[in-house]
């Protein structure tokens, strides 16, 4: 079995409260790896824990096989592992293919500048552009981002952690605020990225959940609860609980 991600007895902090707590994850390459759990279960802190925005109490993060648990977050994405946020951080003012190639030129070292790319680097543009359709975001590329429904502009950010050709994709509840409708098509375009991008993601949605991943990781009180398919996990009292519980 060949993992794009592991933490090992991965343990977090917070002064004397543990968010995280003895947590060994396990994600395969190729798979679409779902974290779930209750409110405070400790998702945040892991996602975090994996991009290096927090330093662990103990515990390793592995990535590819690298231990990586000291690195920095810009080493991180140098090694192959992006992410999105929960919260809007596009530059509402560009339009979508500039905000795409900024990112494109950021990974190809070329400095975020958008006109540095025009003429002369226009091997960045053909890569936006391709990353736009495969996103079937190629339609809106020229509209300004502030002007998008809500749905395109998460989508947009999923292109820009894209553009640094992530080996691992985390997402951070990618629906979050989009109406139901728009959260399906997006969920439909994720699921429709090639497999050489793993992805981990937060979603509250357990509809969106039960129909895109293949694990599923329970997360309760910092802890895992248990770890298996979508069907399995969907037979499982103690999840059941979890969520009746809540
Ligand atoms: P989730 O994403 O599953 O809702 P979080 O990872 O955000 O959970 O939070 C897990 C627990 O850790 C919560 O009880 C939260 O209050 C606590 N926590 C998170 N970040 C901090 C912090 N910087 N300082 C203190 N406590 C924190």
């Known amino acids: 079995m060949t993992y794009a991600l592991q933490?090992?007895?991965?343990v977090k902090k917070f002064g004397g409260f543990v968010a995280t707590n003895t947590v060994s994850l396990n994600v395969e390459a190729g798979a679409r790896h779902a974290l779930i759990g209750p409110n405070g279960a400790g998702k945040t802190t892991l996602i975090n824990l994996l991009t290096g925005f927090l330093e662990p109490t103990s515990g390793e993060v592995i990535l590819n096989g690298d231990k990586v648990t000291h690195l920095a977050q810009?080493?991180?994405?140098?090694?192959?592992?992006?992410r999105t946020f929960q919260i809007n951080r596009l530059f509402a003012d560009l339009t979508v293919l500039e905000s795409v190639v900024m990112a494109v030129n950021e990974r190809l070292g070329l400095g975020a500048r958008f006109w540095?790319?025009?003429?002369?680097?226009?091997?960045?543009?053909?890569?936006?552009?391709?990353?736009?359709?495969?996103?079937?975001l190629l339609d809106v590329a020229h509209e300004t981002t502030r002007n998008l429904a809500y749905g395109k502009q998460r989508l947009i950010e999923i292109a820009l952690a894209l553009a640094a050709k992530p080996s691992v994709l985390l997402l951070d509840e990618p629906a979050a605020g989009v109406p139901t409708i728009e959260s399906r098509e997006l969920f439909e375009t994720i699921a429709g990225l090639p497999r050489?991008?793993?992805?981990?993601?937060?979603e509250h949605d357990m509809d969106l959940v039960f129909r895109f991943a293949d694990r599923i990781s329970v997360l309760v009180g910092g802890a895992v609860l248990t770890e298996g398919t979508p069907e399995v996990i969907a037979h499982d009292p103690k999840v059941k609980e979890v969520y009746l519980g809540e």
């Open 116 to 136: 540095q790319s025009v003429g002369s680097h226009t091997a960045a543009v053909d890569e936006a552009v391709e990353l736009l359709e495969r996103l079937r």
């Open 7 to 10: 933490t090992t007895s991965l």
């Open 196 to 202: 050489e991008v793993t992805i981990l993601l937060i």
């Open 74 to 82: 810009h080493q991180r994405v140098k090694r192959g592992l992006a």
